[in-house]
């Protein structure tokens, strides 16, 4: 299984940004997806998650992020708008895959990270 982010980039504060991240591989199903991030210097945090339209944001994006998931296609994205300097962080995608249908196994993925840098 492997997770593809894209989307980051440089971006003025007050600026907008869409991720996407694409599951591919041994995939019988997904049950969350979300997004993390981490600034330098600290730890990787959570952002969003989204499972069978459960979604849940950290307080510090709620109001400006939206996460969205195409089940379908084993993707997710985050729509960030009103971007602050502090959202500047490598933001990294995570799925909670269940490769077989004939097995309960599960398992976290992590896509590689997608930088993204707010300009004040």
């Known amino acids: 299984v492997q997770l593809q982010a894209s989307g980051g980039g440089l971006v003025e504060t007050g600026g907008s940004l869409t991720l996407s991240c694409a599951a591919s591989?041994?995939?019988?199903?997904?049950?969350?997806m979300g997004w993390y991030r981490q600034a330098a210097g600290k730890q990787r945090e959570l952002v969003a998650t989204?499972?069978?339209?459960?979604?849940t944001y950290a307080d510090s994006v709620k109001g400006r992020f939206t996460i969205s998931r195409d089940v379908g296609k084993n993707m997710v994205f985050l729509q960030m708008n009103s971007l602050k300097v502090e959202d500047t962080a490598v933001y990294y995608c995570k799925a909670d895959v269940r490769p077989f249908y004939y097995s309960d196994y599960r398992s976290d993925y992590w896509g590689q990270g997608t930088l993204v840098t707010v300009s004040s």
């Open positions: 989204i499972r069978s339209g459960r979604i």
């Open positions: 591989g041994t995939i019988a199903s997904i049950n969350v």
